[in-house]
């Protein structure tokens, strides 16, 4: 038998890997900072044998206590992903799978590859305009799509977490559902509004495999208030992008490590942010939730007591800086627990379709906000 | 050149087609009543060359009025249809069109045959449950899907009129969402409601290339207070189903000849029916509003007065007898005027969307009707 | 449970179908002639139910002796076909089958309707010309494809005898390689030969679920002599469309009840014809014997003597009237028994690889018969 | 505008990108050794602008006479290339290409990535075995999938110089026919043969976006008379499985820079290499120029003398050491002259053409190799 996770976004720590059942693995820390949560791994060479690998510093890792409840993925054709037995003692994370093939891939989340998001451009190509907004540290390519004539400038940018990959599969059924001729909402969005999409914000950790930052060990959800070329060059354009056009909506893409729900963190602590701002954002939420039974507003962070910190977060920087609703959205790496899927639990499929209706959502936004444009 | 009509749905009179410049067509009849409108034929031989088809009876058909506007559809490959230029002077419909090919077909609107109807039963196979409810007058199969293991007891029918097609497409793209299981739609619908489809409620007329009418003549839509074996069996059999199985909510899915838009007929007309489901019926309209731009409540039928006839039609029989939501829905043969596309004009792949649209509205009706179900 | 039969193709007579343990069905004659072998038909309402259905007249069909080793195909989606359990006991073929689902299909072989000829002549629009070489007695197009721009006038006809579904299908396998843009051999052949294709010449047998007669109960495989407006205008118009081009090489695509083989029947036979023609002949097959084991030479029909009766078959009237190669390509309705599949026996996909097979030993016949060309 | 290449096998070299109408680059040499003739990069932000791209160095690249009759190629969707007007004057190569979207890719042949390498294995998974041979020297699995359960030891491997990209097309198109359970020609050979096939030999070279070499800098096909495992344990490797299963076929796949065809070299002029061994080379090339018109035998090396040398190439070790029919396959990076197509020239899609068919010159081999087992 052999492991490996020399791809895209491949990372394992290798301690034992003779015996199936001893393997003996730990979960690799980000390239350049000590997050460390992200796994993806391929193992040959099994065929029929009961596998039990044990995670041993999952107990040491960022988000330690989203291991409780949590089932590992596995594909055989990468392209069919289920959750397989997976036990959490507080201190090892141990995952118990029979391979039925040669060759198998484990994974916390389903991966999402630079070569799928160059192709995911590609596709968009030329129903939609393709800006560079710049390069990442490793000098891979930030790009901006851009759909729609309408007045309103929403923003939606995605994976500034490199390891929340399931937020690049929403950006893709969220743009294939711009890309159907047919669908009367993108049709009647287009007239409302121009849409401007980062998919992936953080193209070298992506590839990288890590977590939470970037090729020199940025959180870029920490760098709104001051990025800088050399340590967040992906922020620094993406904000002067964003300041060039106006931004009347912005959603930021994430996924959570613990909760087991979809939930949406917003900007009503901001000191000075309108009343009427809340209101809007209120009627957001209160549509999605009719729209996707995926949504739901019980669960989700604390109501947390404004600090100055927060403004080096996105959505806060952008709902304070712009005076628009300003969103935070965030998806398990789990399940929803009130629709839960024991074979697949929280995947990219879902996450596309979260995606696709999240779009009701903006053309409502964009109507509420616009009336006498209709 | 030549013209032919001999497949599913084929309908046409040839009176002159030796000069493509010069082609006379007379609309068909239906097979065994006056109806007539529908058309769907194939011109073979004609690459490169200026066609000038008049339809000389237009001004004598069911709803010439419709032809107000109305531009006829052209195909090569049978899969992509667009619109082409189409006159109407008051009573003939002029189509002209230079073949780009070999052999194009025209029709009044996007086809959809028997053969596709069965592939669309068979495909959901085995997710579904099928029903054989009985036979039409010449022995085709009245095939009922159910799926979901809810209370409410929802139904939809199509195609009682069989020339309107797109009301099959509306319901492929329905049954195409129910069966994505990664949909939150779909899968709280499954946990609230049984949906009950039929697909093609008349299948001679469709393959008859019949507009209104089944085998026998009879309009299955005038058919519900006393349907027999004889003239009706198909609406018989659906009627009996129902009312083996109750109804909580009743879609009956239909096309419109004359009106540009996408528009519901209710049953707040019907004496004795409860103020609460007025309430209901218009919760519904009001949510299908929020979901679909091609949907509207502006234009479509004027406000009838109640007549004991009315009862003789699908929605009001049912809305009557079972006491719940029960709505005619009618899509244009033209297009939507609010959301217009000149090259497809409304079409089936839009027609589909607002199937998939529908299944927002039917589980918030769901919700609503059983708050403590959830 | 119901069985129906009123579908394209469909054909089955049914003399008791109330016990799924017993039913009793009756295989129909051809519409107007008294061949009968093919059947196809629907069985509704049997998820989970042992079926045993009786064909009770199988002793009494046009080729009884093809009943022995014989296996009846099923299918739940219409696009995956399977062989079931049957036996044959010289008078009744027992079909025993338990069917996982609500609806399934039992037919003589893979079907292949009238709708999808249809899309077949249209997918290959425009790469391709379209002739209308005549209409069949119900009105039915009798379609030509042409192709390629070489001197070589190469015909290849199917389906003369319209149960024999898997020629359709040899077709359709045929013109996908030639819609391959990628392909050198039909990129070579396109410049040295001008394809003929005529996919369907039965089209009204076919859709009326005949074996081997059309609607007017001719056998056009013995028309060829003397063809007629009245009684096989399908052969009239084939045959000077193929005197208007003249003819280098023909196939004619078959299947045969009995042998459980791919083989092919020749001209040597015919008094005068030119022992060049034998050796090109024999060239032919020695080339299609190298490239498809699915083809063999062993077994076949027995070399009959010529008999003026012959030149009314399509392949002996072709290679004495025009002096070329000219073949009847015989595919089994059970399987090739050199290379046995149990699963699915002979198939229509089976069927689409020896079509696409086909074109190597055209393009070798080509490259033989025009050296000085290439 | 902005030039980018950091992505799977991009490579380019940027001297000046801020006019369109000159842009000067200069192509890569190999990450460790000083071949150079690859390139691959995007280019962003020139929709409608006329690009002339110049690359300087080309005059002293690796192959400069193979820049006389070669066109660029280019791509918007990342699927579909195209070939774009480029001119060669000895020593700059110059591209000129007005883009119609805001994003084209430019390379010297289609890329194939190491992520569409992952899919290729695993979507073999499950119907072939796959094994790990070892580890490049960048930690990349060097996989071998097994096929077949026949005597006959057939070993196919391809891309040990990895800008030959072309040749893991050719091994997906041949891997395409394997999984084909409808193909007679698969389906023989299963019964023959085993297949070994290494689709990538050399996947740190391809990575990288190497013409000729590994990491560590080396030609792998100058390493089998003594592979090392810090120089090319990717050789080793494989040639220890060799040697563990015997051969008794070989093909090597390969590109030519310079030559416009497809041709062979084998191994006639090894001392001892048998006359039967010759003979049988002799009847496989004869018999793969009868299946593809994309093969010859005009053009190709001239004949060499043997040289001790010549046994640190794959084929001639393998012929020399197994005494089996042994070949390196060449495809040209332009076009194949004898059937040029002016758009694409040679291909992804003839390459897997070309795969496809050399899978019946492999099975007329294993024929007559045994014939007393068929
Ligand atoms: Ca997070
Ligand atoms: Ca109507
Ligand atoms: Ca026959
Ligand atoms: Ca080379």
Redesign the interface.
Known sequence: M?I?S???SGAIEILAAADPADIRLNIRSDSAAEFRQWFHF?V??V?GQALVMRLLNAGDCTYSDGWHGYQAIA?????HWFRVPTAYDGKVLTISHTA????V?YAYFEPY????H??L???A??EM????LG??L????I?KLSWGSGAQQVWIIARQHPGESMTEWLVEGLIERLL??????T??LAQLATLHIVPNMNPDGAALGNLRSNAAGANLNREWMAPSLERSPEVLHARQAMHDSGVDLFLDIHGDETIPYVFVDGCEMIPGYAASLVAQQEAFLA?LL?????FQREHGYAPDRFSDEMLTLASKYVGHAFGCVSLTLEMPFKD?AN?P?PE?GW?A??S???GAALL?AV??HCIDSKPETI
């Open positions: 052999h490996s020399q791809f895209d391929r040959s060479g065929a594909s055989y054709d990468r392209r039925e093939c040669d060759s891939y590859s630079w070569e799928r160059l192709d451009i590609a596709q190509v030329p305009r393709v800006m560079h390069s990442s490793q000098g891979r390519d790009d159907d001729p047919a669908d009367p909402v049709r009647k549509r009719q729209i996707s039974p995926d929803n629709l899927d697949h995947s499929a879902r596309k379709r979260l009701e053309l409502a």
